[in-house]
């Protein structure tokens, strides 16, 4: 039994940063593939999922791409313990948002701006190794 608590007190810890993880996941989702959004773009940027921003291939726990780079100088895990999302889903939702924003102003490799590859239906990311 003592050996059941304690594997659920594991699990219990390691959880939090991946539902932070998974909100920004969603939050992404919600926001450039929501309603509204180009029917194409949808299609690729479910299809790239956590390439969105992390790379193909490399350990996600370790290895973000341009644009996820860029999300992680505003949005980390450590700020979004599952306990705060659950109690203020529209104050989280506002902060990741916000995050969004900021790292889209942020330029690309190629010159454009993440924010404005969003815009014209791409991807934002030049080395997630899709």
């Known amino acids: 039994m003592s ?11 390691f959880a939090s940063p991946a539902m932070a993880i998974s909100e920004f996941g969603k939050q992404w989702k919600n926001e450039y593939l929501g309603e509204g959004a180009d029917e194409d773009f949808v299609k690729v940027g479910r299809k790239a999922g956590c390439y969105v921003c992390h ?23 450590k700020d979004f313990p599952k306990e705060y999302i659950k109690a203020n889903p529209d104050e989280a939702k506002e902060k990741i948002l916000e995050g969004f924003k900021k790292a889209g102003e942020k330029k690309s490799k190629d010159g454009k701006s993440f924010a404005e590859k969003i815009k014209n239906n791409e991807l934002p990311a030049t080395d997630a190794g899709l």
């Not at 050996?3 to 810890?13: D, E, Q, T, W, Y």
């Open 55 to 77: 790379v193909k291939g490399e350990d996600k726990k370790k290895v973000r791409n341009e644009y996820g780079s860029a999300v992680h100088e505003f949005l980390k895990a």
């Open 3 to 13: 050996r059941l608590i304690a594997l659920f007190g594991c699990l219990v810890l």
